[in-house]
């Protein structure tokens, strides 16, 4: 059976098809690779069940994005959790991820209805367009990309298949997060809104940016997840523990290009604590970062820049 008519036109080695999945061809199979399983568009069947079958009772193993591809996606049937706490946290979470992305850049980030719960939960997905090519991403956007892929696509085989789903609330407005909160897993996006902004027409950020502090969060939950540790737990002493959040600093300056110092810094007769960054152009900048929970309208935090001097 030939199946030209559902492919692209064109080069006739372009590989990647129908939701930009590769073409597979070895022995004549032609099947799609969706990651975990492969599709075979002759048949317009799945020659294996979804990896994640046994949370979704009600749907046949066999099922593609709960029967409805026209609202949802699943381009690798992996997890990244969001439960969003109310509207204006999913709204504002989407924008400060897909600004990160110019509009030739051909990749945006969506969310799927997780249709067993309750409530504004959702599965990140990440989605490449006809002509995407990751190269062509500017340098912050590509490490943002590849960062929050990693996330989604884990895990890789030959770990065993763990449970490595990641799972984090996100919030607008709660006195007790500021920006991220490692013990309970959350996110407060009235916070990274206080952050400036990711321009996406720059390799680099001359500042912190709302899009790093995104990508720090979600990296050192990351991180934690693959350590063994449940929502609720800290390291020793009830602290955060170290490399998790490093991993997360670490991944919050490849999206800026700035480095920010891993430690933070307390001062005597200051409130709120400082985080000092080292810009490209040779200037240190500190941010003083204040607690919202005083705030008469939505809570978040309040941030001050000082330039301190160019770096020596």
């Known amino acids: 059976m030939n199946i030209v008519s559902l492919e692209k036109q064109g080069d006739p080695n372009h590989k990647f098809q129908y939701n930009g999945k590769e073409k ?3 022995f004549g199979l032609n099947w799609m690779d969706y990651g975990w399983r ?9 020659h294996s069940i979804d990896n994640l079958t046994e949370k979704y009772p009600p749907l046949s193993p066999y099922n593609y994005v709960s029967n409805n591809p026209l609202i949802f996606v699943d381009p690798n049937g992996e997890e990244l959790i969001l439960n ?19 509009s030739e850049d051909r990749v945006q980030i969506t969310l799927e209805k997780l249709e067993n719960r309750k409530g504004l939960s959702f599965r990140a997905n990440i989605i490449e367009e006809e002509g995407f090519k990751e190269e062509n991403l500017k340098k912050g956007a590509r490490n943002f ?6 996330v989604v696509d884990w895990p890789k085989e030959g770990t065993g298949g763990k449970d490595q789903v990641v799972e984090i609330d ?19 996006m009235a916070d990274i ?13 001359n500042n912190p940016t709302g899009a790093g502090k995104i990508i720090h969060e979600i990296r050192e939950q990351f991180a934690k997840k693959i350590d063994g540790y449940k929502k609720g737990e800290t390291g020793p002493l009830g602290k955060i523990q170290r490399h998790h959040e490093n991993s997360g600093i670490d991944f919050e300056n490849s999206i800026n290009g700035n480095t ?32 919202g929970a005083n705030s008469t309208k939505i809570p978040r935090i309040t941030i001050r820049r000082y330039v301190k001097k160019k770096k020596d």
């Open 170 to 188: 996100v919030v607008y407005g709660d006195k007790n997060v500021a920006t991220g909160n490692y013990k309970n897993n959350t996110i407060d």
């Open 260 to 291: 920010r110092r891993y430690q933070d810094e307390m001062r005597p007769g200051y409130d709120g604590v400082f985080e000092t960054f080292e810009l490209k152009n040779g200037s240190v900048v500190q941010y003083q970062v204040l607690g």
């Open 193 to 205: 809104m206080a952050w400036p902004k990711y321009r996406n027409r720059f390799d680099y950020q």
């Open 84 to 102: 969003f706490k109310n509207w204006d946290a999913l709204y504002t979470f989407l924008n400060t991820v897909n600004d990160v992305f110019r």
């Open 145 to 150: 990309y590849k960062a929050f892929k990693e």
């Open 24 to 26: 597979q061809e070895e």
């Open 38 to 46: 492969n599709y075979d568009a002759q048949l317009g069947r799945w």
